[in-house]
């Protein structure tokens, strides 16, 4: 799949910017069931985004993350039917990928000519796909129940949601077409098993066209 991300740079008014910006996404804040049952990812934001006045600019931008492998604490199950909830944790054999989709707006400024800044918001879809695979049980149920080691099957799961996409950006102008930078982004995704906080600190490279 082939990402821009939104970047920011220095650009007359009218132009456009593209960049790349690999990364690092982490549950923070409000986890829900999301960042209870999902570890981190390696993640890559991309985007396209064009100057309407000097400081301001409007833009597209994608996400994605492969790598989240479905584990943590085990929610909602009894299974020594004794009428509670029995706490275990489980690791598994699949990974939940996420999807974003969101348009942005951003307005910012300079520090000095070549370093520049810039705050991003946003809002739109977060879509995320796992495949069917197998759940590893591990600890004890609530009547003394030894399940570690046992092996759930797990459907495909795929849902989407709208979230919110908060970020800060810094660059310096390599040359008058290339910036290299910073970039740290908070996702806020409304889900049905409870919001969801995603913090994504990432490399960014911009181009000027």
């Known amino acids: 799949m082939v990402l821009l991300a939104c970047g920011v740079a220095s650009a007359e008014q009218g132009q456009w910017s593209a960049s790349l910006s690999p990364g690092f996404a982490a549950t923070a804040g409000p986890k829900g069931a999301f960042g209870n049952q999902n570890g981190n990812s390696s993640h890559l934001i991309a985007g396209l985004d064009y100057e309407v006045q000097d400081g301001y600019w409007y833009g597209l931008e994608i996400g994605y993350s ?45 520090y000095t000519d070549d370093l520049e800044y810039a705050f991003v918001v946003g ?75 995603i913090v994504v600190p990432a490399a960014r490279f911009g181009f000027l066209f």
């Open 123 to 197: 809002g739109g879809l977060y879509s995320f796909f796992r495949p069917a695979g197998s759940a590893i049980l591990e600890g004890t149920t609530t009547n003394g129940l030894n399940v570690t080691g046992r092996t759930v099957p797990l459907a495909k799961s795929s849902n989407a949601f709208f979230g919110l996409d908060l970020g800060h950006t810094l660059t310096y102008g390599v040359s008058g077409a290339f910036k290299i930078g910073l970039d740290v982004r908070y996702h806020i995704v409304f889900m049905s098993g409870g919001t969801a906080g």
């Open 66 to 110: 492969g790598g989240h492998r479905y584990e943590g604490r085990l929610e909602g199950e009894d299974l020594d039917k004794d009428g509670r909830e029995d706490a275990l944790t489980f690791t598994s054999d699949v990974d939940t990928k996420m999807l974003q989709l969101t348009p942005v707006l951003k307005a910012g400024g300079s």
